[in-house]
């Protein structure tokens, strides 16, 4: 691992030019029914507002992948945590590092361009196996809020998304997309539910058991932090 890039979730005001020129509808104040830079988004007044701070949040995100397409090391990966993160209570923090380093290098060997630290209702491809009482598996899922990135393919994983930007504002679902193909990606502690599931969920199911649920080496912390997108929606 070559490093850790921390973001918060909207680090772009939503009258950044640069945004304004990829959604060009949030130069508006007010919803516009005959257009929608984001295709999959009704055009009420909230969800035109909510439109708009996943515009900031995906060009959060892309800014980041942009600066570590500017790295010179070939072979590593820079890890992306967003401000509402936590380590799961179960896994020491002196860890943290080798089970990183051990994702990397099962995905470098696999060609594979990212991994996730945390993923949010991952479908489970195959089982990678077991490092210190952790799982690793390959998955595809959503969640953006830990992940790392290969440097060597930011490149395409910027132009990706930039093509897909008008089908959705959600960095996560860019994810989820780039994974599937090739049969899904690295996630890290994939038997590590959330200790906030049961206040999500209700409930807490079999750990083994791939449904919708937060899991990993890291998890959104909704007790401590809200989230920055939700507030006008």
Request: overall charge positive.
């Amino acid at each position: 691992l070559a490093g850790v890039l921390a973001i918060s979730h909207r680090a772009v005001s939503l009258q950044d030019v640069r945004l304004l020129r990829l959604f060009p509808d949030c130069a508006n104040a007010t919803a516009s029914a005959h257009t929608r830079h984001i295709r999959a988004m009704k055009r009420t007044q909230q969800q035109h507002e909510y439109a708009c701070r996943l515009a900031s949040n995906f060009l959060t995100q892309l800014s980041a992948w942009e600066r570590l397409s500017e790295r010179d090391a070939y072979d590593a990966f820079s890890l992306v945590v967003e401000d509402d993160v936590a380590l799961h209570p179960l896994i020491p923090p002196e860890s943290v590092t080798a089970l990183l380093d051990t994702a990397a290098a099962y995905s470098i060997a696999h060609n594979l361009s990212f991994f996730y630290a945390g993923v949010c209702g991952p479908r489970l491809h195959a089982h990678v196996g077991w490092s210190g009482g952790v799982l690793f598996s390959r998955v595809s899922g959503r969640c953006a809020h830990a992940y790392a990135v290969r440097h060597v393919e930011a490149p395409r994983l910027v132009a990706a998304a930039l093509k897909r930007r008008h089908l959705t504002g959600f960095m996560d679902k860019q994810l989820d997309w780039i994974s599937q193909p090739t049969g899904g990606v690295v996630a890290i502690g994939t038997n590590l539910v959330s200790p906030q599931a049961r206040k999500l969920f209700g409930k807490l199911p079999d750990p083994f058991h791939a449904v919708y649920l937060h899991r990993g080496l890291f998890h959104q912390d909704r007790q401590q932090f809200g989230t920055g997108l939700s507030d006008a929606y």
